[in-house]
């Protein structure tokens, strides 16, 4: 490296020492990234990192995808490049909503546009609210169920839907309280002994009939991720739930609201997650964002017939809107990331690449002490940390194992990014690493995932005995 880039380095690491960015962790500032290319990052140490988890299942067309960064490029060229959406219609927009529509199987008919998932939560809540005052414009519904160890965003009504204790801690206070709360189905840990699957599924839904029961014919809407991603570590609920969960729905006129921001758009391997066969069902209200740009920040919500029906028939308004809805440049990513999916197969490969690293993982570290199970749908995997594997008791969430191995795992020699989710006290779930590498991995990607993760969790526990 010549002198003047050399000094500019040194300058500019100088300066990020003295970072005036508000950092998550402020006494221990995060390393540098610096470039990233397809399955990698480089950080400004000269690690290059290996990113399984694409950030937090973000990037799901690798990094720097050449067919996104065209079409942003295009899409900036030949405008508009911003549009007050709340007064004008761009036709990217439109035609990227019409495919977002027509992936749904004609289910759903109308779709917005926000920049983070969090946006899309607080429209869906908002969305599912106002339905109830467009049919009967004396509803009283003021209820959403949600369940233990969940997360939604971390806007505040976001967040006061959302389970996930650690989250919530600092804001508690401030939190709304119209939200009621069900265990979340999880039953590694929560299946009573001599309990059959069948009879946990049963005994979580009586507990939900009991919560519309509780607030008869207050409930707004049931909200659920399909596939539990940061908040238990990618895992499924049995497809008997799920069909449980919205005859309990219709059945008290609530709405069923999935948040798919994280386990959807082709991450579990189908565009949609409800779309999947163990999941079955199809919700009034849909929310999409991460892997939605493939890194472009763009989010989306979803309506079924019914709810687009009821506002168009009723007010024929939704009195809602951000300054950056509907951004042409997300549209754009978002409409390359659908046509990427469909010309190279994207949900076959998901489902292939998903299915071998499964089975990897099971044949490598399925055994090991210290990992209890290993859930997950397509490319969607969790790995479950426990202390005791026998008693299935997971570590004490203080000694913040996952957190630790994430660190760990990103080191020489392993050189792996993993996303890690933290147990609770309640031991309702365990420490985690979530796997989510790019929809367009190799069966080499796999194995070299499996390969590093591998080394890394046999180190690891060792030196955390
Ligand atoms: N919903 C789920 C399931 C998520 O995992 C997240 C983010 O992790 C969100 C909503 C919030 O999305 P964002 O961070 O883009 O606001």
């Not at 942003?72 to 007050?84: D, S, T």
């Not at 908040?231 to 008290?252: E, F, I, M, N, S």
């Not at 365990?430 to 390969?451: K, Q, R, S």
Request: with cysteine; charged share 25%; glycine share 10%.
């Amino acid at each position: 490296m010549g002198g003047r880039a050399q000094e500019q380095l040194t300058e500019d690491s100088q300066d990020l020492d003295q970072s005036v960015l508000l950092h998550r962790n402020l006494k221990e500032l995060p390393p540098t990234m610096v470039r990233e290319e397809g399955n990698y990052f480089w950080l400004e140490d000269g690690r290059k990192i290996f990113d399984a988890a694409t950030g937090a299942a973000v990037v799901c067309m690798g990094y720097h995808n050449a067919r996104i960064n065209e079409a942003l490029v295009r899409q900036i060229q030949e405008g508009p490049m911003y549009c007050p959406q709340l007064s004008y219609r761009t036709h990217i927009g439109e035609k990227y909503g019409r495919e977002l529509i027509n992936s749904t199987d004609g289910k759903m008919s109308l779709v917005s546009f926000y920049s983070s998932g969090s946006e899309a939560s607080e429209a869906s809540y908002k969305c599912a609210w106002q339905y109830h005052r467009e049919v009967d414009k004396d509803s009283k519904r003021n209820i959403f169920i949600a369940r233990e160890h969940s997360y939604h965003g971390n806007t505040l009504f976001a967040l006061s839907v959302s389970g996930h204790k650690a989250r919530r801690a600092m804001y508690e206070d401030t939190l709304a309280e119209n939200v009621a709360r069900v265990s979340a189905y999880n039953p590694y840990f929560k299946r009573r002994p001599y309990e059959t699957e069948d009879q946990y599924t049963d005994r979580m839904l009586d507990e939900l009939k009991t919560k519309f029961e509780t607030h008869l014919g207050k409930v707004v809407a049931f909200v659920a991720e399909p596939i539990v991603g940061a908040a238990l570590g990618c895992v499924p609920a049995a497809a008997r739930y799920w069909k449980g969960v919205r005859a309990l729905c219709d059945q008290h006129g609530a709405l069923l609201l999935f948040d798919e921001v994280m386990c959807g758009m082709g991450r579990c391997g189908t565009l949609h997650a409800w779309q999947h066969p163990d999941v079955g069902v199809v919700p009034d209200i849909q929310t999409v964002g991460k892997g939605l740009g493939g890194g472009f920040p763009i989010s989306g919500m979803l309506l079924n017939h019914r709810v687009a029906k009821a506002f168009k028939k009723g007010s024929g308004e939704f009195a809602h809107g951000h300054t950056y809805q509907g951004n042409p440049l997300g549209c754009a990513a978002g409409l390359e990331v659908l046509k990427i999916i469909e010309d190279e197969n994207l949900l076959e490969n998901v489902t292939r690449m998903g299915e071998l690293l499964h089975q990897c993982l099971e044949d490598s570290i399925g055994s090991h002490p210290n990992v209890g199970y290993l859930p997950g749908k397509g490319l969607f995997r969790g790995i479950i940390f426990v202390e005791d594997k026998a008693g299935r008791q997971p570590f004490h969430p203080e000694r913040k194992i996952a957190t630790k191995f994430m660190d760990f795992a990103q080191r020489e020699p392993y050189l792996l990014k993993v996303y890690a989710g933290s147990g609770s006290k309640d031991g309702y779930c365990g420490d985690h690493a979530l796997l989510a590498p790019a929809y367009n991995i190799t069966e080499d990607d796999v194995y070299h995932i499996v390969t590093q993760l591998t080394m890394a969790i046999n180190d690891f526990f060792v030196l955390e005995e």
